[in-house]
């Protein structure tokens, strides 16, 4: 893999370049790998270099060496593939890669097509894990402010993929793990985790984007078709899942029930107080009762009535792979602190507030002053089962500063209740996996709601606020790289608003809907008010006529002065949505549920278009 600059004939997609049609500034740096930080990492790879090996020992399939192919459509096959491999890598973005990497792999010129599947998983995830190992190994190279950034965002996402891969294998081949069959993810799952390795992979490249020298040389070629690998993976375990219905013989466990299936008392939507019917006794208890009558586990505190004064020791202090719900209320007051995550490790806690405007999680990192916009975030989020509710998250860098992130997440089945997330450009992170925005305000200018999850808004308010000279508002920026990744931007039953300083400017600023980040890009607008700040013509370009003939874009029975489709643009993949059934794929029901995780949240929801 070549980091350059991604220009729209590119069919990865393009990246968030300075002359695109909203000013915008290239990324930069990040904090210094501690030598303890180096130490684990360097223990982590090698454990997931171990585990692959012995995984394929105990399944029975000897590991071959790294793929010498480039993952480009001329690179020549070095071998004559078998029918099974012929016909599978056909269904791939990169055929040409996918049959040369798995001819490296021996025993797969004997597997069937369904033996491929996990054959496939199994390979990737030993590149993923190499890679991660080769680049622990450059930790100690002398490193400029932007090198070290880009590269401690690539351990980081590194050390995602590779987890998102070890799950995805267990789920296809759960035996090959340690010869005993584990719980495993639902198909939705799978596809979630290779989405998000895929944009991982890709977020990691970007880093480098605009850096030169010996380290972007030596991770360029750590990360050598990774991005290609993991897109072949999610290809061929797409297509297996669309023949027959039962995945190919594939053993999946776990396999989604459908949301057609499900009844409306199951939902929520006859129950008083719309939970839903199975919620927890002490979820429906804690999501009902007011703050102050609400058990957590940790109370933060800046005037010391607390368990702690900072977030960063209460996220700290909290347990590792929690399977329950671990509460931490911060009182109101005023909170910035550098580096506040949440990692993946952290999974199940759910931060309690105050209030919007009462408590507040603010910083105002942002990429002008040396930082990649991955690490501008006041607040971020990867551990799985992330909840915040009654909280507002800021960045107050300004719009002068260009991308400054107010919250990240990227944890699965994370949900953001009744919070306020305060920015400019690159307000609010949405960058992988499952989550569910609902009743919240964002606030911002340029891509103001950006990323690759599979994201739900619904009744939120998305305010555009007044942009620096030369710029124009675009809400979103979705930047879905592969046609199978399942992610994209769904915005139901909200409000579209100019924020107050943009009042008086709407004659001459114009809101547009979203622009295509890259090259599939997904949004659409369901059942939402648009006020007149919305241009008419709807939506923008990236650059000239990029991606527009693949990105999805629309619109479903909006209303208000903004929502008028007569003028809208007549791009190939824009779309004013008509049908009912192609509209509720976007509903919370059939979009991000999967195995039916948020209801358990405790988090009120519509489940389908319905208001």
């Excluded at 593939?81 to 004997?110: H, M």
């Excluded at 850096?211 to 897109?231: C, F, H, I, P, Y």
């Excluded at 999501?287 to 957590?296: D, G, N």
């Excluded at 109370?299 to 009535?305: E, F, L, Q, Y």
């Amino acid at each position: 893999m070549e980091f350059a600059r991604i220009g729209p004939s590119d069919p990865g997609g393009s990246s968030r370049r300075s002359d695109a049609p909203i000013i915008a500034k290239p990324t930069s740096s990040s904090p210094t790998t501690s030598p303890s930080n180096k130490k684990k990492l360097i223990f982590l790879a090698l454990v997931a270099v171990v585990l692959i090996v012995g995984s394929a020992i105990s399944a029975g399939i000897v590991i071959g060496g790294r793929s010498r192919g480039s993952g480009k459509n001329g690179v020549a096959i070095r071998g004559k593939p078998t029918e099974a491999i012929s016909r599978t890598c056909s269904k791939t973005q990169y055929p040409n890669l996918c049959v040369n990497s798995l001819l490296d792999f021996p025993g797969s010129t004997t597997a069937t097509e369904e033996e491929l599947v996990h054959i496939s998983f199994n390979m990737t995830l030993q590149h993923l894990s190499k890679a991660l190992y080769t680049s622990t190994g450059i930790s100690y190279v002398q490193m400029d402010p932007l090198e070290r950034s880009a590269y401690g965002d690539c351990l980081e996402l590194l050390e995602d993929s590779v987890d998102a891969l070890a799950r995805s294998l267990a789920s296809v081949a759960p035996s090959a793990v340690d010869g005993s069959i584990k719980e495993a993810g639902s198909t939705d799952d799978v596809m979630t985790w290779l989405s998000a390795a895929l944009t991982s992979q890709d977020t990691c490249t970007e880093g480098f984007a605009e850096t030169s020298g010996s380290v972007r040389d030596q991770m360029a070629g750590n990360l050598k078709d990774l991005s290609e690998l993991v897109s072949n993976c999610l290809a061929i375990f797409s297509a297996s899942g669309n023949e027959g219905g039962d995945f190919s013989g594939v053993p999946i466990q776990n396999r989604r029930r459908l949301m057609g299936e499900n009844s409306a008392d199951e939902w929520g939507r006859n129950n008083p107080g719309n939970f839903p019917k199975w919620l927890s006794r002490r979820d429906r208890r804690l999501l009902s009762l007011p703050v102050s009558e609400i058990q957590a586990d940790i109370i933060v505190s800046k005037k010391g009535d607390g368990t702690l004064k900072t977030i960063a020791e209460a996220i700290k202090k909290a347990p590792e792979h929690s399977r329950r719900r671990f509460i931490i209320y911060v009182r109101a007051g005023r909170y910035e602190e550098k580096d506040l995550k949440v990692g993946k490790k952290k999974t199940n806690l759910m931060f309690i507030g105050d209030g919007m405007g009462e408590t507040i999680i603010r910083g105002q990192r942002n990429v002008m002053d040396g930082l990649t916009t991955f690490h501008t975030a006041s607040f971020a989020a990867t551990g799985a089962g992330f909840i915040a509710r009654d909280i507002t998250f800021e960045n107050y860098a300004g719009p002068s500063k260009h991308q400054a992130v107010a919250l990240r997440v990227g944890a699965d089945h994370a949900v953001v209740h009744r919070c306020e997330i305060l920015g400019y450009q690159d307000t609010c992170y949405v960058h992988s996996n499952r989550q569910f925005f609902r009743e919240c305000r964002i606030y911002g200018t340029v891509d103001f709601i950006f990323g690759n999850a599979a994201v739900v808004f619904q009744n939120c308010s998305l305010y555009a606020r007044k942009p620096m000279a030369q710029q124009k508002n675009t809400i979103t920026a979705q930047n879905r790289k592969d046609p199978n990744q399942n992610t994209g931007i769904s915005i139901h039953n909200c409000q579209i608003l100019p924020a107050p300083d943009l009042v008086s400017e709407k004659g001459s600023v114009y809101t547009y809907l979203g622009r295509p980040w890259k090259l599939y890009s997904r949004t659409v607008y369901m059942l939402s008010f648009m006020d007149d700040h919305i241009h008419p013509r709807g939506w923008l370009e990236w650059d000239a006529s990029f991606a527009l003939d693949t990105l999805y874009y629309g619109e479903y029975m909006n209303y208000g002065p903004g929502a008028a489709i007569g003028n809208r643009v007549r791009w190939p993949g824009y779309r004013v949505i008509t049908s009912p059934l192609e509209a509720k794929r976007f509903t919370v029901a059939e979009f991000i549920s999967g195995s039916s995780w948020l209801p358990s949240t405790g988090v009120a929801f519509l489940a389908g278009l319905s208001t």
